[in-house]
């Protein structure tokens, strides 16, 4: 058929009518009506409501995303002990004072909740009375199955309703102020992959909080893909449950070059864990990570020893290299540089220039000693970048390229050394120039 013949055909074609057999019944016509906004005074509006710090908020789901083992159950009951005592323990304060918190374990037994429990009360030095019957622990182990959603191929998805309106009726009889159910996948027997189903299971998490005017959090793993640095995307399953959440927390063990950094030993770096939110649209975000370190608290429940010894979380703040270093030590370090010949960059090296920054502020440049070295690799690194120290290519005696360390930028403005070796302080009488600007004091 040429192009002239399919031009007749269409010209000649008849409007699409369907017949009344396609048509089936009649259904009413929907009417769709835009709602006009009502302008309010800012003032007036309601305050968002915050159960604990500026990640929990009534009404809302937040996400705990972590590697397996990496603190996240821990976390959640240090957590859980500073909402019921309002005390802030990890540094998060609890708005209104004392929170009523439930968790709902789906991986471990009641009898390894209390272990975990018990220890961070004894180390936290929290009585009963401080709980003051805020606290509610559940486990599947023990019976209380938690099942919100079920799919099949027959049905498809099927939200349990029953158990929805039971769980909503409890939290607003027990006053329940936060939820956090341990694992999310375990709440459900639906296909985490799919983004329909679990968009409608958090939905439905969503509408128990705002029903129940509680905080929902969900803990969840971390896919394979994303087990070097966890971030709310690296959440295994479908993206749905992280869109759905209005914070996502993220939990990361440290990293080699994190030890490094800090001077901490390989078999103890994985004591230590940082968390930030990487989504939360709810509260400014944060330009820092929080840490915490793992600690371990013996239960004396032992018969010829201490007993189990268990891990609680405690706040951990990284070391400030550049604590009680002034420009005055940059400066003398700046003077045996430029006086010494040879300085060399690499650390392997015998005139290596951190056994020079070593002696100005008694450390040891030592390899065995992790937190000295990693503070003075913190102080080179910072040096070298803003220009007070520079490195510059050459050969040494045996005409070998190496890589040596020069001064750059003066650490007191306008001030050199007074004399091959000495520790110039501006000339004789006077008194020290202004630090440079690119000093970090």
């Excluded at 302008?39 to 990640?55: A, F, N």
């Excluded at 009404?59 to 500073?82: E, F, M, N, P, Y």
């Excluded at 993206?239 to 927390?249: F, G, K, Q, W």
């Excluded at 306008?414 to 000339?427: D, L």
Aim: charge should be negative; aromatic fraction near 6%; include cysteine.
């Amino acid at each position: 058929m040429n192009a002239a013949a399919w031009q007749a055909r269409y010209d000649d074609a008849r409007p699409f009518a369907p017949t009344p057999l396609a048509q089936g019944p009649v259904q009413a016509p929907v009417q769709v009506v835009a709602t006009p906004y009502v302008w309010r005074d800012p003032t007036t509006l309601k305050p968002r409501e915050w159960v604990y710090g500026r990640s929990i908020q009534r009404g809302h789901l937040r996400a705990v995303v972590a590697q397996g083992a990496a603190g996240k159950t821990i976390l959640s009951v240090g957590d859980a002990l500073a909402m019921v005592t309002g005390r802030n323990l990890l540094g998060q304060e609890v708005p209104g004072g004392p929170k009523r918190v439930w968790l709902w374990n789906l991986e471990d037994d009641g009898e390894e909740l209390a272990r975990i429990i018990q220890a961070a009360c004894k180390h936290w030095g929290i009585t009963a009375a401080d709980i003051g019957g805020r606290l509610f622990v559940d486990s599947a182990l023990d019976g209380a199955i938690l099942k919100l959603a079920t799919s099949t191929s027959s049905e498809g998805l099927v939200i349990n309703r029953p158990l929805v309106a039971a769980l909503t009726d409890e939290m607003l009889g027990r006053g329940i102020d936060y939820l956090h159910v341990d694992p999310f996948v375990s709440s459900h027997a639906a296909n985490e992959s799919d983004n329909m189903e679990i968009d409608a299971i958090a939905k439905e998490w969503a509408m128990v909080g705002k029903n129940a005017n509680a905080g929902i959090g969900l803990a969840h793993h971390v896919s394979k893909a994303g087990a070097a640095e966890a971030t709310a995307l690296s959440a295994r399953g479908a993206v749905a449950l992280i869109n759905a959440c209005r914070s996502v927390l993220v939990l990361n063990r440290m990293g080699e070059d994190e030890a490094k950094r800090y001077g901490i030993e390989e078999e103890r770096r994985r004591r230590y864990f940082r968390t930030y939110d990487d989504k939360n649209n709810r509260a400014p975000p944060s330009d820092a990570s929080d840490w915490f370190q793992m600690v371990s608290v013996s239960l004396g429940n032992g018969v010829s020893d201490d007993g189990d010894n268990m891990g609680v979380v405690i706040p951990w703040t990284a070391p400030d290299a550049f604590e009680n270093v002034t420009a005055d030590h940059l400066y003398r370090i700046q003077c045996m540089v430029d006086a010494a010949t040879d300085v060399r960059f690499d650390a392997q090296a015998r005139d290596w220039v951190g056994k020079i920054v070593a002696n100005v502020l008694n450390l040891s440049a030592e390899s065995d000693a992790k937190t000295d070295r990693a503070k003075i690799n913190t102080l080179l690194r910072t040096w070298f970048v803003n220009g007070a120290l520079i490195k510059v290519e050459g050969k040494d005696k045996k005409s070998n390229a190496r890589t040596f360390v020069e001064v750059g930028e003066w650490a007191l403005q306008g001030v050199a050394p007074t004399s091959a070796g000495g520790v110039g302080t501006g000339g004789e009488g006077r008194e020290p120039a202004r630090p440079h600007p690119t000093f970090p004091l």
